[in-house]
């Protein structure tokens, strides 16, 4: 579990979700001896996580969205701080702690002091980066830069109308599109080139 999405809000409601076997198993049946059977069973399960759909608010703008265990004994809390989500690890705990950080945290909503742990910011997975080329409608899977120039070289000679270059991963994302001016009589193009400012 390493993507948390800010669960939606249930009107008075303080229900818990415990999930186990990776993420692949998620349950509305918390028990403390739920809790526990997971926690010691956690080499099986990889990690588990005790989710709360009402969060706990923990500062102004700051909730706390889950707690989890890894079978690296690293106990994590997860917290939603302006949107952004972060999660704070204290590693080393022994199994016997975790049952009682989240059997407090479920029982009432009681969040472990969390000053001193270890600060981890979730990201978006960075964007593969991936090109295309399009001419008068049809794809191309394998080019390089001497097809794009045959594009262009087609498109002056009036063998083809428009070309389509696109780019995407990274801060380097954009596209360049040229299409042939086919009411003039001399040559001309329009040409469009747009860079991402963010990817």
């Known amino acids: 579990m390493n993507n948390y999405r800010r ?20 349950t509305s049946n918390v028990t403390d001896e739920r ?4 926690v010691y069973e956690v080499e099986c399960n990889t990690v588990v996580g005790l989710e709360k759909c009402v969060p706990v608010a923990i500062g102004p703008s700051a909730y706390v969205l889950a707690m989890t265990y890894n ?14 989500i972060f999660r704070m690890s204290d590693p080393g705990c022994s ?15 009681k969040v472990p002091s969390i000053q001193e742990w270890v600060c981890e910011e979730f ?13 008068d409608g049809e794809d ?19 063998k083809s109308e428009w070309m389509h ?9 954009g ?21 991402w400012t963010q990817p």
């Open 140 to 158: 191309f899977r394998f080019f390089d830069f001497s097809d794009v120039m045959a594009a262009l070289e087609n498109i002056r000679d009036g």
């Open 35 to 38: 809790i526990f059977r997971a």
């Open 175 to 195: 596209y360049m599109e040229i299409h042939r001016c086919i009411d003039r009589e001399d040559f001309a193009c329009k040409a469009e080139w747009v860079r």
């Open 95 to 109: 199994q016997e702690e975790a049952v009682e950080r989240m059997c407090d945290f479920f029982h009432k909503s």
């Open 71 to 84: 079978e690296n004994s690293v106990f994590a809390v997860h917290v939603d701080l302006n949107g952004a």
């Open 165 to 173: 270059v696109g780019h995407t991963g990274g801060d380097d994302g």
């Open 123 to 135: 990201r978006p997975a960075p964007v593969k980066s991936e090109s295309s080329l399009t001419v």
């Open 7 to 26: 669960p939606r809000r249930v009107s008075g409601s303080e229900q818990f979700v415990l999930v186990t076997e990776e993420g692949k198993e998620r």
